[in-house]
């Protein structure tokens, strides 16, 4: 059986796959921030994990945390929602001495991009993370692309317009600023409602100001998916994230506005980026998944 984590700033997640890649059991906890406090509240969840299935669970654990993550030692910085920020934090040895086996560490958004590849059987695809930021995992030819420095995918930073919004990389304009959760909270104030679910819902029901927010974000996801897409031309185009819990109705309005923008585009329409899109299930522990398949 294979075991993964997905650390997230207000919850760990973990998963037991068995050997045909399928959910034996699924914990989750609140995530304490700190080193410590994040090593801490992955122990609760794999010590639940191996109550829960009856299985001392010894393999390598897969691990996906926000931030920028050196690969190769198993560290961490960054990740400021977790409190790891500063210099490198090592938390794959830290994980390793508290769960007892060898804790492997990905990004959060590439993680989730090899759950999606699972998820899909595709060996070329784009996953589009859209949560509180914007940014993408990309696999090519089943592999994962990081880059050299770690930046590959890293879409949310592309600026678009110069007069725009001071995107927290220090740009303006960014893809960021228009075409993810927190841009959707700073368009769409919604109280204790999700900014995102309150928007469509208002939209759905026909309000002037709902419909243009909407599809202003929708031609802002697609900009995205365009860009990610003429780069390397991939099978399919997972939209997922916090956002991403819309389901239908957010594959829907991304792919009318990739159709709109590929109205005066013959070359544009000829590829069809509309009909590649698709949508993460809601609640499927994808960055918990993929996190599981790096312990391999």
Not at 9 to 30: F, M, N
Not at 154 to 178: K, W
Not at 259 to 274: C, E, G, I
């Amino acid at each position: 059986m294979k075991l993964g984590l997905d650390i997230g700033a207000t919850k760990t997640l973990g998963v037991v796959l068995d050997d045909d890649g399928k959910i034996r059991a699924e914990v989750r906890e609140r995530t304490e921030r700190g080193a410590g406090g994040v090593v801490e509240s992955a122990g609760r969840v794999v010590d639940a994990l191996r109550a829960a299935t009856g299985d001392p669970l010894t393999g390598p654990v897969g691990v996906g945390v926000p931030g920028l993550v050196d690969v190769e030692h198993g560290a961490v910085k960054h990740a400021v929602n977790l409190g790891l920020d500063g210099d490198f934090v090592p938390l794959g040895d830290l994980l390793g001495e508290r769960l007892g086996v060898r804790a492997v560490i990905e990004n959060d958004v590439n993680a989730a991009s090899l759950g999606a590849t699972a998820l899909s059987g595709d060996q070329d695809l784009i996953y589009l993370s859209i949560g509180t930021g914007l940014a993408a995992g990309l696999v090519l030819d089943g592999r994962l692309r990081r880059g050299v420095h770690g930046a590959a995918g890293e879409i949310g930073h592309v600026p678009v317009d110069p007069h725009g919004a001071l995107c927290s990389c220090g740009q303006r304009g960014c893809l960021e600023t228009i075409a993810s959760g927190s841009a959707l909270a700073a368009a769409w104030p919604s109280g204790d409602v999700p900014p995102a679910q309150a928007l469509f819902a208002a939209a759905q029901a026909g309000e002037e100001k709902a419909i243009q927010v909407r599809d202003e974000f929708a031609a802002g996801v697609a900009s995205a998916v365009r860009v990610l897409s003429l780069a390397v031309d991939p099978a399919t185009i997972v939209l997922g994230g916090g956002v991403a819990q819309l389901g239908d109705p957010l594959r829907v309005a991304v792919a009318q506005a990739l159709l709109d923008q590929a109205a005066s585009s013959p070359f544009l329409a000829s590829l069809d980026l509309a009909g590649r899109i698709r949508v993460v299930p809601a609640d499927y522990p994808v960055a918990a998944v993929g996190a599981a398949l790096l312990g391999r």
